[in-house]
């Protein structure tokens, strides 16, 4: 999967996004809310931690693979092949 970083967070509510800060990734979840602002995010990870808070502002980035990216590899590969990396 390839993770392209989005400046807009607004559009990415409930979608499946990377957290990260200072190039390493800080957790994986779902988008679920967005200010109107598009400055702070709050995340729903998966399992049974709590939403988190994130700001732009404390150097959080928001990272995406981008749906038609999987497809497209999945249609040029032969079954049974692996992709490497």
Not at 9 to 24: D, K, S, T
Not at 42 to 63: A, I
């Amino acid at each position: 999967m390839a993770f392209h970083f989005q400046s807009a967070w607004h559009p990415l509510i409930g979608r499946q996004v990377a957290i990260r800060r200072q190039g390493n990734v800080v957790r994986y979840g779902t988008v679920d809310a967005v200010t109107r602002d598009d400055e702070v995010l709050w995340l729903r990870p998966e399992g049974p931690d709590p939403r988190q808070l994130y700001e732009k502002s404390e150097g959080f980035e928001v990272w995406v693979d981008y749906k038609w990216e999987r497809h497209d590899r999945a249609d040029r590969e032969p079954s049974g092949s692996t992709v490497s990396a």
